[in-house]
Nanobody, 124 residues
Framework: QVQLVESGGGLVQPGGSLRLSCAVSGSIFRTLTMAWYRQAPGKQRELVATITSPGNPGSTNYADSVKGRFTISRDNAKNTMYLQMNSLKPEDAAVYYC???????????????WGQGTQVTVSS
């Protein structure tokens, strides 16, 4: 059973920083592309950032709204992804979800998994 567990959310003042983590666990052969999404109340879930698999290292993409403020990274040895969020704005407040394409199982296959979400609140 593959699980994604997010942590690091919380309350922060505008202009502050938070670091989110997403740990992937289970009987995994390989974790491929990973991503962070967010969903604010009354809005659709939106893609925040993606990072490609270890075979294509360093390839990241960001939503225009977070470019220059957020940084996505991954530690393949720990099977963990991070989102460093700086200069946070009230409009960044949302539940943040991690997403991963994971190769697992027998026979081996690729499936998409989601974490349970972590709340980020930006308020003074």
């Amino acid at each position: 059973q593959v699980q994604l567990v997010e942590s690091g959310g919380g309350l922060v003042q505008p202009g502050g920083s938070l670091r989110l983590s997403c740990a992937v666990s289970g009987s995994i052969f390989r974790t491929l592309t990973m991503a962070w999404y967010r969903q604010a109340p009354g809005k659709q879930r939106e893609l925040v950032a993606t990072i490609t698999s270890p075979g294509n290292p360093g390839s990241t993409n960001y939503a225009d709204s977070v470019k220059g403020r957020f940084t996505i990274s991954r530690d393949n040895a720990k099977n963990t992804m991070y989102l460093q969020m700086n200069s946070l704005k009230p409009e960044d407040a949302a539940v943040y979800y991690c997403n991963a394409n994971v190769m697992a199982g027998a026979p081996l296959r690729t499936s998409i998994y989601w974490g349970q979400g972590t709340q980020v609140t930006v308020s003074s």
